[in-house]
């Protein structure tokens, strides 16, 4: 059975910053998304790391503050967010793909169901 499980997510003042873990368990290596959903928007990509460790992605709007890292002997993928804005809260996912890194959530197959950032003026 495929389980991705994200955690880390919490309440940070603006400038603070917050590192988001995802877990997957029940699947091989494969190619890991960051997406985020705020309220009253479409859930956009935010990051991918190939099952390798290569850095695919990242959206305009964090390049430079956040950095995305994997840890393959636990199964384990790391978003680490700096320098958050209030424009960050959203629901953060982490997502699994067999096909290819993209910023396009039809290629993910698996999904957990998320963890809750919210960042104060």
């Known amino acids: 059975q495929v389980r991705v499980v994200e955690s880390g997510g919490g309440l940070v003042q603006a400038g603070g910053s917050l590192r988001l873990s995802c877990t997957a368990s029940?699947?091989?290596?494969?190619?890991m998304g960051w997406f985020r959903q705020a309220p009253g928007k479409e859930r956009e990509a935010v990051s991918c790391?190939?099952?390798?460790?290569?850095?695919?992605y990242y959206s305009d709007s964090v390049k430079g503050r956040f950095t995305v890292s994997r840890d393959n002997a636990k199964n384990t993928v790391y978003l680490q967010m700096i320098i958050l804005k209030p424009e960050d809260t959203a629901m953060y996912y982490c997502?699994?793909?067999?096909?290819?890194?993209?910023?396009?959530?039809?290629?993910?197959?698996?999904w957990g169901q998320g963890t809750q950032v919210t960042v104060s003026s």
């Open positions: 790391i190939m099952w390798n460790g290569a850095t695919f």
């Open positions: 997502a699994a793909s067999y096909d290819y890194c993209s910023d396009s959530q039809v290629n993910f197959q698996y």
């Open positions: 029940g699947l091989a290596l494969s190619n």
